[in-house]
């Protein structure tokens, strides 16, 4: 099946750095890519929709200038916090849209991103 | 209004016994597509079900099956002969549209501990 491999698996920083969160997707070209947050013991919340090629589409609520999105190629989104605060600790999954492949489940999540701003 | 609503937070279920995971949902389209997802602790989404709209057929995959009622808007998930490994947090999730790109909404999610 579809692979989606997300790098780091978790990283720590400190405070005021920026880290970037690699999604890439192993097997199949992904036009449409998402990033999702997640806090502890409550549900995913999309943060953006990557288009290959164009700009992301912020979900309302997230700044676009913090949390930076590019979509260079058909099989890699990076996601970088910048300027990282503790209240952006969380884990951060990515899923990405196989073009070619038929079905409706046609979105594969990677393992996620686990940041903790120290 | 929330589009996806899990009403359960927590759920119990013996061993070898079958649980219903409530969702329901909220949706103008004609066209729309019911996902389940299961999230063991290790954070990774795995994909379990998924029921199209016009679909007549409720959905199996397995020991899972999608009790849709589309009148009602609901999609419940039973899970059969429950396993200690299916202990874990189930998400519902709806996509809208036509369109196989459009985004997940997710509903809260319900833990699932499975009693040995």
């Known amino acids: 099946g579809a692979v989606v491999s997300q790098h780091p698996s978790w990283v720590i920083c400190k405070s005021g750095t920026s880290v970037k969160i690699e999604c890439r997707s192993l097997?199949?070209?992904?036009?449409?890519m998402f990033w999702y947050r997640q806090f502890p013991k409550q549900s995913l919340m999309l943060m953006a929709t990557?288009?290959?090629?164009?700009?992301?589409?912020?979900e309302q609520g997230v700044e676009k200038d913090k949390f930076l999105i590019n979509h260079a190629s058909l099989t890699l989104s990076t996601l970088t916090v910048t300027s990282a605060h503790p209240e952006d600790s969380s884990f951060y999954i990515c899923?990405?849209?196989?073009?070619?492949?038929?079905?409706?489940?046609?979105?594969?999540f990677g393992p996620g991103t686990r940041l903790t701003v120290l | 209004a929330q589009k996806i609503t899990q009403t359960q937070p927590g759920m119990f279920v013996q061993e070898k016994e079958a649980v219903t995971l409530d969702c329901t949902y909220d949706?103008?389209?004609?066209?729309?597509?019911l996902f389940w997802y299961k999230q063991p602790s290790s954070g990774e989404m795995i994909f379990l079900i998924y029921?199209?709209?016009?679909?007549?057929q409720n959905a199996t995959e397995g020991r899972y099956s999608l009790n849709f009622q589309k009148a009602r808007k609901s999609a419940n998930l039973v899970i059969s002969a429950s396993q200690l490994g299916d202990s874990a947090m189930y998400f519902c999730?709806?996509?809208?549209?036509?369109?196989?790109?459009?985004?997940?909404?997710f509903g809260g999610g319900t833990r699932l501990m499975v009693k040995p």
């Open positions: 029921q199209g709209s016009y679909d007549e």
């Open positions: 899923s990405a849209r196989d073009i070619i492949a038929g079905g409706p489940a046609e979105q594969f």
């Open positions: 949706t103008s389209d004609q066209s729309y597509g």
């Open positions: 999730a709806m996509r809208e549209g036509k369109n196989a790109g459009n985004m997940l909404t």
């Open positions: 097997d199949f070209q992904a036009t449409t």
């Open positions: 990557s288009n290959e090629g164009s700009k992301a589409t912020y």
